[in-house]
């Protein structure tokens, strides 16, 4: 199955500065690749995703790029404010005997956006 | 009003007793999945669903069990063969069978055992 590595597991930046989280995976038929924002208590909501025809993709503040070859993506931050605090992750497509077997996701980033 | 709901929000338990989760969507999505959080341990999948009366095992599905008698309903039964129940668990839907597109969340179902 897959196996997604995720890091830092904690990053602290000054609001304002950029923040950059990391991904690799295992799995070479993964062709899909999504970022999760969870606040506290609450659940994960999709916050951008890349596909595997693209090296990257933009949304305002927020990037992400793909490297097929190396198996790593990566969530970058510009600009960051007080309410982009929150715990981050990455995920990818598992896939055996053909058939797609649900998304495998990181353990996690804990964005933490000092004053 | 489209989304996901799970229930109960809080469930507490005592050992050796099973306890289900409700899932319901009003998506129309095809796939569903149930996944669990520990604190450091990001989302791990228990089961998931691509299609109504069929439902497969993932990573972690020991000691739970799950149904799919209706495409909106998708609930999970907490056995007491589950050694370690405390957690947080995640409900999710997808229109994508194939895994390559959004997962809509539940607003999750945390289970206590006293």
């Known amino acids: 199955g897959e196996n997604v590595e995720q890091h830092p597991s904690t990053l602290s930046v000054q609001e304002g500065d950029s923040a950059v989280i990391k991904c690799t995976y295992s799995d070479s038929a993964s062709n899909y690749f999504p970022w999760y924002k969870q606040e506290l208590g609450k659940r994960p909501q999709l916050i951008i995703d890349i596909r595997s025809n693209v090296g990257e993709k933009k949304d305002q503040r927020i990037a992400v790029t793909l490297n097929k070859t190396a198996k790593h993506f990566s969530l970058h931050i510009t600009e960051t404010q007080p309410e982009d605090s929150a715990v981050y992750f990455c995920?990818?497509?598992?896939?055996?005997?053909?058939?797609?077997?649900?998304?495998?996701f990181g353990k996690g980033t804990h964005l933490i956006i000092q004053p | 009003d489209g989304g996901i709901t799970q229930s109960p929000k809080y469930l507490f338990r005592k050992e050796g007793q099973n306890v289900t989760l409700s899932c319901e969507q009003n998506?129309?999505?095809?796939?569903m999945y149930w996944y669990r959080q520990d604190p450091g341990q990001g989302l791990r999948l228990i089961y998931y669903?691509?299609?109504?009366?069929?439902?497969q095992k993932g990573d972690i599905a020991e000691g739970y069990s799950v149904s799919r008698e209706k495409k909106e309903s998708f609930p999970l039964t907490v056995t007491s063969a589950q050694k370690n129940p405390t957690a947080f668990y995640l409900c999710?839907?997808?229109?994508?069978?194939?895994?390559?597109?959004?997962?809509?969340f539940g607003e999750g179902s945390r289970l206590t055992v006293l």
């Open positions: 998506l129309n999505h095809d796939a």
């Open positions: 999710a839907s997808s229109i994508y069978p194939e895994n390559t597109g959004e997962l809509f």
């Open positions: 995920a990818a497509p598992s896939y055996s005997g053909g058939g797609a077997d649900g998304l495998t």
């Open positions: 669903s691509q299609i109504v009366n069929d439902f």
